[in-house]
């Protein structure tokens, strides 16, 4: 690690520029003294919108320059007719020119604080493309900088080694070390992490600053990079929160990826996620996106499949909360239900309605302009429509919350009530309204039975009809808005959030009790181990439910302590990918740190946890949520 990336860390952990901030009366236009970008977010920072889980079009951008785009605006201006087209036009021109005027405010600045690299940049980026890698980092932090301070949330960097590999490359045939292109790239992780703290987030860490690493080409070719490699060793250096990594594989990446994956995992940063292609392409496909575009995907904040550039996908428009919705199915028709059959028609039938509720919600045009999103996106510099009319993909994407605890709750009414007869109709009603009070011994019958996890099908049928029911009955419905629903198996912040709301359940949860995250067994569930487990998440056609959301699996850290565990480990994600499962994220996890960090938060102001789609520091989050990472079930392999 060099001395500048050395000195850009020390800052970051001694929150020394929150000081300068507060009290530099220009705080929106600060450069730090060891920041080679400059574009950092102020204390004015206020968000004026829900915008986000988009990647801008870094590639076309960083190719034309932003001279050229407003040329490209201009023209398309004066070839429209429409008032609306040619408002939208001049509405793009002025907030463009605004953004340059801040970039070129930044770079007398730069001169002013004798920053000589970062002046000359601005002198070249972000009006016309660069001429280096340095300076194409340069562009994208001006990109993030002007779409935050316009209220943008969770913005992704999108395939970040596909896009900057030519400047990487164009640096390394002119004979610039490897070395000082790695310093820069450190130093570019970094800074972006200063905005981490002000981001108006559910919980601190959750500003979708994520990126994708490899994936397949079209013609069978394995995407994965040097530069892939660099920044997955940067990660592994500087050990911070963001940039997250995403890292696309299928089952023929090399073995070697998956370990240097693993390696990462070690760190305990939470990440990579991985996504299979082998499952996610297909099923893109098979929700219309075209074959190019489906090879191209990258993810949003979370895990939420995307198409950077082109998409203006709302991949977390609304959740199904399967515990409520079977829940209450089965709190209104259990007494007349004959038979198990009859009540899981009944379950279906309420998913379907709820589908048919959420769908008639959010049918309704888009009157949505975010004219600077749309700058930075492909298609409105030509239609001069906003992003949310303009774009190539509209869709929607809807959570499947609490699978498992559904899943686990009907398994149960079927064992305990038709078939061992051990628990009556009427005692389990009761015992749901009362929130389990005084009836222990029926709880405890309930939590015995069979639960997801152990690739028993007696509870994962059930839980694969419940996913059926809610991919036939939302996947393809359009929206409204010229696209269509997809459905998904994430949660997000809904295992607790949705949980909050949600009654006692019969898998023996008790009310406001949270449920698993996104697709995972329930909390304080008994598995037969970590194979059981994947086998039960895997089983399903995973391309049917293609949203995103992913298995999470918490590791020992003392599986990872030597070489046999890491590639134990290894081998454990390629299994995964094998056998059909479509997402993976991995926390490596020890409880009693965890248990120690809450009682004494001042010794480890570095820990970093998988908190659902993304990672942040332990000490930062809220306590429900601390808890929930504690009680998850921790695994060796």
């Known amino acids: 690690m060099t001395e500048l990336v050395r000195a850009l860390l020390e800052q970051l952990k001694n929150k020394s520029y929150r000081k300068e901030r507060s009290s530099d009366p220009d705080a929106k236009a600060v450069i730090y003294p060891v920041d080679c970008f400059g574009f950092n977010l102020g204390i004015d920072f206020s968000p004026k919108s829900a915008d986000g889980n988009l ?79 340095y300076q194409a980092l340069v562009f994208i932090k001006f990109i993030i900088y002007t779409l935050r301070r316009g209220g943008v949330m969770h913005l992704g960097l999108g395939r970040f080694d596909q896009y900057m590999l030519p400047y990487w490359q ?45 994936g397949f080409g079209p013609d069978g070719s394995y995407l994965f990079n040097s530069l892939s490699r660099r920044i997955m060793e940067a990660s592994l250096e500087l050990e911070l929160i963001d ?5 696309r594989v299928g089952k023929n990446t090399p073995d070697e990826i998956f370990l240097l994956g693993t390696r990462l995992t070690k760190k305990g940063l939470g990440f990579p996620q991985y996504c299979n292609d082998d499952v996610v392409i297909p099923g893109l496909m098979k929700l219309g996106y075209d074959r190019e575009d489906a090879y191209n995907y990258g993810v949003a904040a979370c895990w939420e499949f995307i198409i950077p550039g082109i998409g203006a996908d709302i991949p977390n428009v609304d959740t199904m909360n399967f515990p409520l919705v079977t829940g209450e199915a089965l709190r209104c028709s259990l007494e007349e239900c004959g038979d198990f059959e009859s009540l899981m028609n009944k379950a279906e039938l309420a998913i379907r309605a709820e589908c048919d509720r959420l769908v008639a919600k959010r049918f309704k045009p888009s009157n949505n302009r975010n004219v600077l999103l749309s700058i930075f996106m492909r298609g409105p510099s030509k239609s001069l429509a906003s992003i949310y009319q303009s774009a190539k993909y509209k869709n929607f994407g809807c959570h499947g919350a609490g699978i498992a605890n559904a899943a686990d709750a009907l398994a149960a009414v079927k064992k305990c009530v038709y078939e061992d007869k051990t628990v009556t109709k009427k005692e389990l009603l009761s015992a749901l309204e009362a929130d389990f009070e005084g009836f222990d011994q029926v709880r405890s019958r309930l939590k015995a039975c069979p639960k997801m996890g152990n690739n028993d099908p007696y509870v994962d049928s059930v839980a694969y009809r419940l996913m059926d029911c809610f991919s036939d009955s939302l996947n393809n419905r359009p929206n409204g808005r010229g696209g269509i629903w997809r459905a998904g198996t994430g949660s997000a912040m809904e295992y607790i959030l949705s949980a909050q709301r949600t009654p006692a359940t019969a898998d023996g949860r008790r009310a406001k009790d949270a449920f698993s995250s996104s697709f995972s067994p329930s909390l304080d569930v008994k598995t037969d181990g970590i194979l059981s487990v994947i086998q039960s998440f895997t089983n399903y056609d995973m391309e049917r439910i293609i949203n995103g959301g992913p298995l ?25 990918v094998e056998l059909g499962g479509h997402q993976l994220q991995l926390n490596s996890i020890n409880r009693e740190r965890l248990l120690d960090a809450q009682r004494h938060p001042e010794n480890y102001p570095g820990l970093i946890v998988r908190v659902w789609g993304w990672s942040g520091y332990f000490n930062e989050l809220d306590l429900p949520y601390q808890n929930h990472v504690i009680r998850r079930a921790h695994y060796s392999v």
């Open 55 to 133: 990647a801008p079009d870094y590639e076309r951008l960083l190719a034309m320059g932003m001279d050229k785009l407003r040329d490209e605006i201009s023209l398309s201006r004066s070839k429209a007719s429409e008032p609306e087209r040619i408002a939208f036009a001049d509405d793009m021109l002025a907030a463009l020119d605004k953004a340059l005027c801040e970039a070129d405010a930044h770079r007398d600045l730069a001169e002013k604080k004798n920053n000589k690299r970062l002046f000359e940049a601005l002198g070249t980026v972000p009006r016309r493309s660069p001429e280096s890698f």
């Open 170 to 214: 164009m640096d390394l045939d002119r004979g610039v070390s490897e070395d000082r292109l790695f310093e820069e790239l450190e130093a570019f992780f970094v800074s972006i992490n200063y905005d981490s703290d002000i981001y108006a987030g559910v919980q601190q860490g959750d500003n979708g600053q994520s990126l994708v690493l490899g």
């Open 243 to 247: 940039p997250k990594i995403n890292l």
């Open 552 to 576: 999470t699996l918490e590791i020992h850290d003392t599986v990872l302590k030597n070489e046999m565990g890491i590639e134990k480990t290894a081998r454990l994600v390629k299994l995964f």
